[in-house]
């Protein structure tokens, strides 16, 4: 029997679970570790935004983010410009103490659709100083090539816009990403709704998921970490097992040799 | 001195970027821009600040 244990790797860096997960918009501080923790997830993302020293900059977040022992995974989230995403990766490193940066490049508000433009300056210049980049892209071959001939080991394309929870928009897309770019590790991040899209996104063969609002905004955020842990688990066994051969005509799996009352008209 | 920090206008009397975080009060873990630019801790002491200037001091949060 083939091995669906395989670790996932991330620049060098290997990981039991190919789940990612976000920090963002959970009820309340302990639904979200509850819930962190339940997704088994390995790797937790996490922003910077400007402090406010009457609260106390933030610390009671940091503290418990601390406290899971993750490795963590800051974005550059809401930046519009590649001055602005540098500068945030560079302030990312030294707080966080890590070159892995999951780079998002906004080219547009209604959408949030990352520019792809900017995105390649951007993956460019963090590269050369030393970042480990995880770009958030569409799901447009071409620029995750383009990100690939810069130096990026993993890519992360979009299964449908951020929050929406529509699932994989476009498959054949993805799918095509995954043929022609083999070597890279490729992690659907957003557009996760249901434990369903992540089994399809494993399936097609995807190294794993990115999600935060399908697991923060369900009705009960704890039961749906865990059912997105068996998810991704099912999902790439079921890549690695390979699927049967898909027929345009029904096929009995039932004998049909000795079947009873049978006679010839 | 008034100077933006974090979008406000703050009246301040130092004018190195490491009495300035002091003045401000800015609560660890931390990192800063001056004028959009990344400034590395080991430069707070030699980064003057300007009338003018804009600061940016930001703090980790959740983030997806």
New interface residues.
């Given amino acids: 029997m083939k091995s669906s244990q395989q670790k996932m790797n991330i620049y060098g860096q290997e990981f039991d679970s190919r789940l990612l997960i ?5 009820p309340s501080p302990k639904v ?1 570790t509850d819930s962190i923790k339940a997704s088994q997830s390995q790797i937790v ?9 009457e609260q ?4 009671a ?2 503290q418990q ?1 601390q406290d899971l022992g993750m490795t963590l995974l ?2 550059t ?1 809401g930046c519009h410009t590649v ?2 995403a540098v ?2 990766a ?3 490193r ?3 103490q890590t070159d892995w940066i999951k780079l998002e490049l906004i080219g547009d508000e209604y959408n949030l659709q990352p520019d792809p433009i900017d995105l390649l300056e951007a993956t460019d210049v963090l590269i050369k100083d030393g970042f480990k980049v995880l770009p958030y892209c569409s799901d447009d071959l071409i620029i995750c090539r383009r990100l690939a001939d810069l130096g990026c080991q993993v890519i992360m394309p979009w299964g449908a816009p ?1 929050g929406t929870g529509k699932g994989l928009l476009n498959p054949h897309a993805l799918q095509s990403i995954r043929q022609r770019l083999p070597e890279v590790t490729l992690i659907v991040d957003a557009g996760i709704g249901l434990p369903s899209h992540a089994v399809q996104a494993m399936e097609l063969g995807y190294d794993a998921i990115l999600l ?2 399908a697991i923060a905004q369900a009705q009960d955020p704890v039961l749906m970490a865990q059912a997105f842990a068996k998810a991704v688990e099912a999902g790439r066994a079921g890549f690695v097992a390979g699927r049967m051969p898909e027929k345009q005509v029904a096929e009995p799996s039932t004998p049909t040799l000795g079947m009873p009352f049978w006679h010839q008209s | 001195m008034n100077i933006m920090i ?2 406000e206008v703050h009246a301040l009397t130092s004018s190195t970027l490491q009495d300035i975080l002091v003045e ?10 001056l004028n ?3 400034v ?2 080991g430069e707070y002491g030699s980064t003057q600040i300007a009338a003018g200037d804009q600061l ?9």
């Avoid at chain 1, 993302?45 to 020293?53: G, N, V």
């Avoid at chain 1, 106390?56 to 610390?59: A, D, F, I, L, N």
């Avoid at chain 2, 401000?24 to 821009?33: E, I, K």
């Avoid at chain 2, 940016?56 to 997806?64: A, K, L």
């Fill in positions: 976000g920090s963002a918009l959970y979200m993302t996490l922003s910077l935004r400007r402090q406010s020293p106390r900059g933030g610390q977040f940091w983010i800051p974005n989230a001055k602005e500068n945030l560079k302030m990312s030294e707080i966080f951020i935060n609002s | 974090n979008g401000f009060n800015a609560q660890p873990p931390f990192a800063v821009a959009g630019d990344f590395s801790q940016d001091i930001v703090s980790p949060i959740y983030g997806g």
